[in-house]
Every structure is written in structure tokens, then in C-alpha cells.
């Protein structure tokens, strides 16, 4: 691999992972006073929208039929598309109700935990560190089992969801962008459904009268895709490890928004919690590269 394209894969991952850690959160936190089900609605309507022309513009129709010919492709892509819906949607929820912090609690531990399911379900092998780092991962869960109050419920949904879609998406071998158009496109008539039952009840932001509110929503689609680009195309000139460490850029910036700017609680229990988390993470890193 040629030295100028590492770095140039590096500069692409690292922007992807920041825009989603800093970015996106900004992005969606504000506007998640638009309502996290009306949001997630437009997020995946616009991020349909522009993948229909990515695939036009990079000419990639060709692809597209081909997948649609494979039954089994199409089965799990329908399957990843509620997943992927509903970690979207768990996930602004999670904002908009002030809990970014624990959904950073999810991203930190769901690497590990594909690791995890990798083991389980596609009988992938896992060294000591790595299982170190799953039991760290498990002591942390159970600790803040014994302080139910504190317990980030949603965080560990949105890791379950999102280490699930990765563990299905593993099993077919499908482009990134293709792939995601055609979960929009299973997800998009109920989004549409729901948009217009949204409408008739006169909860709809996304109206002529407010303009500003248009541009929003349909810049959701824009969020979505750009750092999604920019992190495949740092996957294709970098290594798994280093992507990898360059991934945990995206909780990282999501924890220290909430704590510093959003000034969510923090107490001592979710501190010890972390600590154990960052600890695995540590591990895991640590493999990650030594491995790769």
C-alpha cells in the first residue's frame, strides 16, 4: 500500500468518524426538537433520495440489478434495513432526550461486541485480549446492573441494533452505498406512510410554511451520507486496525459533547462504568493493531 494513499485513507476516516461524532450530533440535536420520529422519517426519505443518484452519477445500476437477482442478498438486506431504521431512530431519540452520553456508552462497546457475535454465531476465533475485552465489557454491564437507575438502556440498544445489522451485513458481500440504497428502499413506503399520517394529524414540520425546518430535514439525508463516503473510502486505503482506531473517534466526540457542551449528568457510577469500557476498548485496540 502505497504511503501517500495511507495517509490520504486517514485523512478520509478520521473526517468521516469526526463528522459523525461531532457533526452529526450537533446536526441532529438540533433538530431533534422536530421530533425524533419525524426526523428519522426524513433521514432515511433523503437518504434514499441521494443514494438514487450516487448510484446514477457512479454508474453503479449494474450492481444494483445484480443484487436484486440474489434471494438470499435480498432477504437479509431486508432484515438489516429494520435494523438500521431502528438504530437510526433509537439513536436520535437518544438525543433529543438528552442521553448522548449513553449512546457513546453503546458505540464504545459495539465493536467488542461483534467481536462477541462474530464468535457466537460465525464461529470466528478470539484470542485472550479480545476476550478480555469482552469481559470487561460484561463487568461494566453488570455493575451498572446494580445501579439500575444509571443503567443506559440506549445505549445498549442502539449497540445491540447496530453490532446485530453488522453481524447479518457479514453474510453477504455487498457494496456499502448499494446496500444501504436498497435498505432505504424496503424502509421508504412505510416512511412515507407514516410521513403522511404525520401530515394528517397536523404534526408535520416539514411544510412550506417553515422553509427553514425543509432544509433541515432533507439535510439529514446529507449527514448520513457524506460521513458514511468518507469513512469507506478511508476503509479502502487504510488497514482494519487502523480504521478500527480511527472509528473511536466517533463515541469519543459524542461522550466529551455531552459532558462538556450539553452538560448531561454524569455521576460516579457511569464514570467507574466507562472506566471498564475504556479499558476494553484499550485492549481491543490494542490487538487490533498488533493483528492487523
Not at 432526550?97 to 449512546?103: E, F, G, L, T
Not at 466507562?274 to 481491543?284: G, L
Request: net charge positive; no cysteine; charged share 10%.
Amino acid at each position: 500500500m502505497k504511503q501517500s494513499q495511507f495517509k490520504k485513507g486517514i485523512i478520509y476516516a478520521t473526517a468521516g468518524s469526526l463528522w459523525w461524532g461531532l457533526l452529526g450530533t450537533v446536526f441532529f440535536k438540533y433538530i431533534s426538537s422536530l421530533g425524533a420520529l419525524e426526523v428519522t422519517i426524513h433521514r432515511l426519505i433523503w437518504t434514499s433520495f441521494i443514494l438514487f443518484f450516487s448510484t446514477l452519477i457512479f454508474k453503479k445500476f449494474n450492481v444494483l440489478k445484480k443484487i436484486l437477482k440474489q434471494k438470499k442478498n435480498l432477504l437479509i438486506l431486508f432484515f438489516t434495513s429494520i435494523l438500521i431504521f431502528l438504530n437510526w431512530g433509537t439513536w436520535i431519540y437518544a438525543i433529543s432526550i438528552n442521553k448522548i452520553i449513553d449512546a457513546s456508552y453503546g458505540y464504545f462497546i459495539f465493536p467488542i461486541l461483534n467481536v462477541f457475535l462474530g464468535y457466537i454465531f460465525l464461529n470466528e476465533k478470539i484470542n485472550t485480549q479480545r476476550k478480555i475485552a469482552i469481559f470487561a465489557v460484561v463487568i461494566s454491564s453488570i455493575y451498572l446492573l446494580f445501579n439500575f437507575d444509571s443503567f443506559p438502556w440506549i445505549g445498549f440498544m442502539v449497540a445491540f441494533l447496530w453490532s446485530s445489522y453488522n453481524l447479518l451485513r457479514k453474510k453477504i458481500s455487498v457494496d456499502t452505498d448499494i446496500g444501504l440504497f436498497i435498505e432505504s428502499l424496503y424502509i421508504l413506503p412505510f416512511a412515507l406512510i407514516i410521513w403522511y399520517l404525520i401530515y394528517k394529524a397536523g404534526f408535520n414540520n416539514f411544510t412550506t410554511a417553515q422553509p427553514v425546518n425543509i432544509v433541515f430535514l432533507f439535510l439529514g439525508g446529507v449527514m448520513t451520507v457524506i460521513p458514511l463516503f468518507l469513512f469507506i473510502k478511508g476503509l479502502e486505503k487504510t488497514t482494519m486496525a487502523t480504521s478500527g482506531l480511527i472509528f473511536f473517534l466517533t463515541p469519543t466526540s459524542q461522550f466529551l459533547l455531552g459532558f462538556f457542551y450539553f452538560n448531561e449528568p454524569f455521576n460516579m457510577t457511569k464514570l467507574i462504568s466507562f472506566i471498564f469500557i475504556w479499558i476494553a476498548v484499550f485492549i481491543y485496540l490494542k490487538d487490533l493493531y498488533e493483528n492487523n
